[in-house]
Every structure is written in structure tokens, then in C-alpha cells.
């Protein structure tokens, strides 16, 4: 059902304008002429998003649908079809209870598939950008095994599994990053504004200066007059950096390179090993082939190292080697996790202890989130003890000679 723009005249002559939802123009018509309006114009509404430059649009559109937007459409879903009601009636309940314009735009498209006759994962796969790839197969299989219900409720676990490691993470970085942040701003200012006043304090002794005063001098000195030269610099380091990024090779070295960075890599690692093994486990359990899994898992992680590594295990999954195997030769996993792998495989409940090792993994990164700033603590002082030294032998010690030969000088 789309929503139209109606335009009438009363039999007392009024214009009557307004907007309803309907399944097509001739229902309208019918619906304004029982209400004794004579219809003038029916039209389908118009998106107002989609109107203006396309960057314009690209900006407004971007970010507007997040992981908690799917992760509540998802949970709808499950209440949904648990409740015995028609898909396009709860697509059209859901629908109504949003006011993002974005959801809106998804969910009237959806339902205008399964309008043509469409299968739910047919017109959910129109929309990659909000239903990855993993989503839309595990609808899939709801579908073909009639247990769409219980799909959409893993799928809400899975999701809101993924909302927390995501909630960690950000956790996890956001105080280095805040250090890191501070620290560059305190340098930008003594370069910019406190270094320059010591340089015309020393100019006018025109005393002979220690090689680190000269270096930082001139380094003020540059960043003052040239500054522009330095935003320059920056942004086109910048730019450089997300094309190199953009590339498979660069993305690759990058996402590698993110698991060795101290404290913060170690929590990346733990965070995206319990992704994996959470939507390798529910995958599983829901009924998609082995090798499918793997397939799809490896986009879920969205690290190209892990992707290259899960990639590998789906190939030697492919040759008929098992589990254990192909967890070993990958070199992701611990000892303890490869038994606890093992003693699934004999068991037969792979899916329980891959899950087990999910939630061992998101305990670890949980841990270390709390101590974070503990860890955290010796570096800062490091780094800060690192700043106050180099002010100390570059800007006070020709202060000190100064002052001890102006003494020396008086006597």
C-alpha cells in the first residue's frame, strides 16, 4: 500500500485536500466520491527526501538507519508472526509505529514487493545497505522450513549480541581517544601560541640556544607561518589514508594492523572472534548449511584479516576436514577454546560450544573494558612526563642560563 495526495470539490463547491493510504488510485477515488467529494487530482506522494541535488540527498540519507533501528524491526517481526498476523499487515503495523523517514521509505518498498507476489527475503535483499547478507539468508531459511518465528527471534539475539560488542568497543576506544585528542590540542597550542612568545624573548638576548630549543622554534615557527600548508598536509594525509583503506590490499593491512595496536588491539581481536563464533553458532542452529555459514559469516565481521582466515576454514570444511582442523590451522583461537571446539565436535553440539566461546570472549572484553582506564593510567603519565620533558630542556633551561648569566654578569 502506498500513501496518495487527493485533491476533491464538496458539493458545496470547497476544495478538500489531504493524503491517505490505499492500494491504488481507483480505491481513493471510490473512497472520496462514497464521502461525497468529487476527486480532481489523485497522485502517489511524492518522497520529499528524494527531492533536490543527489550529494544533498546522499548527505540527509546517510546514517539515518542504524543497528538499534534494525534491531527493533527485527524484535516487531518476531512478535509479529508469533501472533498469527499477515505479513503485509505487520509490515504496515510496524510501519506506522515509526517516524523514521528512512524505515518508512524500506517498509513501504518491502510491501510493495510482496504485494507483486515477492518472498520476504526477496524484498528484504533489495535493501543491502539495512539487510546484510546474513540477515536475508537466515529470513530465507525461516521461510523454507516454516520456522520464521523462531528465525526472527535468534536474528533479535544475534543483533542485540552485535549492539553490545559494538557499545564495548566504542567503549574501549573512546578514552584513548580522548587522551589523544587532549594531548594534540595541548601541543597544537604550545606551538601556535606559547612557543612564539619564548622565541621573541630569546631573539631579543640573542643568547645561544640548545640544539631541541632550535628544533622547536622552528617548528613553531613553520606551523605559524605555514599553516595552511599544514591543514593541507593533514587533510591530504587524510584523504590519502581512505583511499589507501579503500582498496582490498589496504584494508587488509589496516584491519591486521588494528589487532596489534597495545590494549585497544587485544579488546578488537576478543570482540570480533565473539562475533564470529556467535554468528557461526546461530547460522548453524538455524539450519544453514556448513559451508553457506561460513560464507556469510565472513562479511558479519567485518575485518578483512578475519574474513581471509574464516575464508580458509570454509575451504578446508569443503575438502571434508573437521572443525577442529580447520580452527587449528586458522590460528584465531586458544587452546582452551580449540578443546572446548573439540569436545563440541564429539558431542555433536558444535553450535552450543561456539556460543559458549562467544560468551567467553565477550566476558574477556567486558573485563578489560572495566580496567581499561587502569591500564591506561602508566602510558598517559608516560606521555605526559614525555611533553613536560621536552618543554622542560627546550623552553626553561635556556631560561635558567639566561637568568644564571644575567646573575653572573650583575656580580
Not at 587488509?252 to 595496536?261: C, E
Not at 558479519?300 to 572443525?323: C, K, Q, T, W
Not at 620533558?389 to 635556556?398: A, E, V
Request: aromatic share 10%; net charge neutral.
Amino acid at each position: 500500500m502506498e500513501v496518495f495526495e487527493y485533491k476533491g470539490r464538496t458539493k458545496r463547491g470547497e476544495i478538500m485536500t489531504g493524503t491517505i493510504e490505499s492500494p491504488n488510485q481507483d480505491a481513493v477515488a471510490e473512497w472520496l466520491l462514497s464521502a461525497g467529494i468529487s476527486p480532481i487530482t489523485v497522485n502517489v506522494q511524492r518522497d520529499r527526501s528524494q527531492e533536490g541535488p543527489e550529494w544533498l540527498r546522499a548527505i540527509l540519507d546517510r546514517g539515518s538507519l542504524q543497528l538499534r533501528d534494525l534491531l527493533l524491526f527485527t524484535r516487531q517481526m518476531a512478535t509479529m508472526v508469533k501472533s498469527g498476523v499477515p505479513m503485509i499487515q505487520a509490515l504496515a503495523g510496524i510501519q506506522k509505529s515509526t517516524e523514521n523517514k528512512a524505515m518508512i521509505r524500506i517498509l513501504r518498498s518491502v510491501r510493495a514487493d510482496l504485494e507483486k507476489g515477492a518472498d520476504l527475503s526477496t524484498a528484504l535483499s533489495h535493501h543491502p545497505k539495512f539487510f546484510d547478507e546474513y540477515y536475508v539468508a537466515m529470513v530465507r531459511v525461516g521461510e523454507n522450513s516454516g520456522a520464521l518465528e523462531e528465525i526472527f527471534r535468534r536474528l533479535f539475539d544475534q543483533i542485540e549480541f552485535e549492539s553490545q560488542m559494538q557499545r564495548k568497543i566504542k567503549s574501549a576506544l573512546r578514552y584513548p581517544s580522548f587522551v589523544l585528542t587532549a594531548i594534540a590540542i595541548a601541543v597544537g597550542i604550545l606551538t601556535l601560541f606559547v612557543i612564539p612568545v619564548f622565541a621573541t624573548f630569546f631573539d631579543k638576548f640573542g643568547a645561544k640556544l640548545p640544539l631541541m630549543t632550535i628544533i622547536l622554534l622552528e617548528t613553531s615557527s613553520f606551523a605559524v607561518n605555514y599553516w595552511w600548508l599544514v591543514l593541507v598536509a593533514i587533510a591530504g594525509a587524510f584523504y590519502g589514508f581512505k583511499l589507501y583503506v579503500g582498496t582490498r590490499a589496504g584494508r587488509y593491512s589496516w584491519d591486521k594492523f588494528k589487532l596489534r595496536i597495545p590494549i585497544a588491539g587485544g579488546i578488537l581481536q576478543k570482540a570480533t572472534l565473539a562475533r564470529f563464533c556467535r554468528s557461526l553458532s546461530t547460522a548453524s542452529k538455524s539450519g544453514v548449511p556448513l559451508v553457506q555459514a561460513f560464507t556469510l559469516v565472513s562479511k558479519v565481521v567485518n575485518n578483512a584479516f578475519y574474513e581471509e582466515r574464516i575464508l580458509h576454514m570454509r575451504e578446508g570444511v569443503e575438502r571434508g576436514e573437521s572443525m577442529l582442523r580447520v580452527a587449528q590451522a586458522a590460528s584465531i583461537f586458544t587452546p582452551l577454546e580449540l578443546q572446548m571446539i573439540s569436545v563440541g565436535e564429539d558431542t555433536g553440539d558444535i553450535d552450543g560450544m561456539l556460543a559458549k566461546v562467544a560468551d567467553i570472549y565477550q566476558e574477556d572484553v567486558e573485563y578489560e573494558v572495566q580496567r581499561l582506564s587502569e591500564t591506561m593510567e602508566p602510558i598517559i603519565m608516560v606521555a605526559m612526563g614525555v611533553l613536560v620533558l621536552i618543554l622542560m630542556l627546550g623552553i626553561f633551561l635556556p631560561m635558567w642560563q639566561l637568568g644564571a648569566a644575567v646573575k653572573g654578569g650583575a656580580r
